[in-house]
């Protein structure tokens, strides 16, 4: 009877290019057993966790990312065809019974359309590493540039001129300050959609990063200007890779598309610095997230990656983002300029999550940037401005001339925003040592930060008055803050990778301990060693031990809440937006 069922339930497998009937019969019949037996012979080693529970009817449609190993790629091409790029014959690897919604050869995988059923099927087959839900992913100047030194670079005449920074986010929209100086030609050179919808920046979020990363603050100079919103690198060069939608919503397939089209155009343009000010919770280790994969594969095909510790300080440690947990990427948590010219009264945002990274327990973030009450580019009309109208700076703040056109800036905070500060800052030292690799910049951004913080600092919601205590330790600060004039001036070279290194927990004395990979550079040497690069403030009593607690280590309690990135705190309080 059940298997009369199946038989009625069952749906034709499609070959994705071609059909080959003997196959698709012999492939039904490995379905239908599959079916009948249920869930209990699916290679569960192979699915994610947050995808299993989703495969009890095996009718269910579920969007994928279906990692394959080395031995099939994903795309093969072969000379002498009509179609394809080149005068090449592309065909895209079969998916059983499915659609193949992006060939993400960067990674080897496809993200598709499958049933549940169909998901069973090809997790038993032996060049199927790993199955994952095409997850959703969330978005996450004058004081800003001033609190990281950014004026010894623009007095150096750095100013990421022929850089080519890729924002991948909700788009960038047409602003003056994006142009070439005493020009209307945008230094936007590339743009490109991943997600259905218009062209530019319907949320407003993707244009506000482009800003903070490269604005030359050209609408709010001049006379009467008093104050400047100008970018960390204002001539560098934007690639649009739009991947978020109306609402701030996208993919990792979008992502990862993304990406793969950026490492493309990486000679094209001079892609040498990636913008991820975007992020979603944790499922398995980054050597299984597709995410991450995307992330470590544009690492090697020597861009750096940027990307955003998140918003979720406040529920405590273990709270990092993915792709943030990429022991590759620069990893930025946010600071608070506390809307003074000097970083020493500067503290960290409440909100900005905290280390180590959930399962792998890599050390993060790795350095902290301002990200509080910034102040950048206003895409008019876009979703951000409607939802937070108080937010559109009034030209009165930054001149006493007559205003001319609409408004032109408005305040996002969290670590979306202190991303794009270090990817400006990678484009200037790029302007000056085009040689320089991934790993030495990531080396000398977290060497040469500043070490001086404070013990302990406390932050009152102004909403929901609740005070937030934070520690300046290692998984809070990282290396600690940002400072251009030590990355753009110091000469030390990585000769191995620089990828973070990770924590381990002893539960007998309640401490963790730094754990320091022998391929990596940390700990190698007096240049590159522990106390060299993390100081001792943030590493306890100058020692390797660097917490004494268990509350450090995070469960998926830390997931606790859908509002990724959405908290008062972040997006908007009745006070305004951010945190004072």
Known sequence: MEFGRALASYRPMIRILGRNAARLTHLAVLWLFLFTVGTAFADNS???????????????????????????????????????????????????????????????SVAATLTAGDVITTSNQSN????????????????????????????SSLDGSGVGIAIIDSGIDSHP?????????????????????????????????????????????????????????????LIDLRVLDVNGKATDSAVIAAIQQAVS???????????????????????????????????????????AAGNLGRNGYATILSPGNSPHAITVGCMKTMATYPNSDDRIASYSSRGPSYIDLTVKPDIVAPGNLVDSLLAPGSTLAAQYPANVVASSQYTTAAPSGGPSYFTLSGTSMSTPVVSGTVALM?????????????????????????????AT??????????????????????????????????????????????????????????SSIWGNSA???????????????????????????????????????GTSAVWGTTSGIGEH
Request: net charge neutral.
């Open 46 to 108: 192979k699915i994610s966790p947050d995808l299993l529970p989703l495969l009890s009817n095996p009718n269910t449609q579920v969007n994928v990312i279906i990692q394959y190993n080395a031995s099939q790629p994903v795309v093969t091409c072969t000379s002498g065809g009509l179609l394809g790029l080149g005068g090449l014959l592309c065909t895209v690897v079969n998916v059983l019974g499915g659609v193949v919604n992006f060939a993400l050869s960067l990674i080897n």
């Open 430 to 458: 790029l302007q000056r040592n085009p040689s320089l690799t991934p790993d030495t910049i990531k080396a000398r951004l977290m060497k040469t930060a500043s070490k001086a913080f404070p013990v302990s600092s406390t």
């Open 265 to 307: 155009l990486k000679s094209k343009y001079n892609i040498r610095v990636i913008n991820l000010s975007l992020g979603r919770p944790i499922y398995e280790s980054c050597t299984r997230d597709p995410l991450c994969q995307a992330v470590e594969m544009a690492w090697k095909n020597g861009i750096v990656v940027v990307t």
């Open 461 to 518: 919601d102004p909403t929901t008055g609740v005070t937030y205590t934070d520690t300046y330790d290692i998984f809070t600060v990282g290396a600690g803050y940002l400072n251009i004039q030590g990355a753009l001036t110091d000469t030390d070279v990585a000769n191995q990778s620089a990828a973070s290194p990770y924590a381990t927990y002893n539960p007998a004395t309640n401490q963790a301990y730094l754990t320091l990979n022998n």
């Open 177 to 237: 300050d994006l142009n070439v100086p005493f020009s209307t030609r945008s230094r936007v050179l590339y743009h490109q959609s991943f997600v259905k919808g218009v062209q530019f920046d319907d949320y407003g979020h993707g244009t506000h990063v482009a800003g903070i990363a490269a604005g030359n603050g050209s609408s709010s100079s001049g006379p009467g200007a008093f104050r400047t919103f100008k970018g960390i690198a204002p001539n560098a060069n």
């Open 128 to 155: 199927v590493n790993y199955i994952s839900l095409d997850r959703s992913v969330s978005p996450m100047l004058d004081y800003t540039a001033a609190a990281v030194n950014a004026q010894f670079a623009w007095a």
């Open 527 to 565: 240049v590159w060693g522990t106390s060299a690069v993390w100081g001792t403030a943030v590493l306890l009593n100058g020692t390797s031990a660097v917490w004494g607690t268990s509350a450090v280590w995070g469960t998926s309690a830390v997931w606790g809440t859908s509002a990724v990135w």
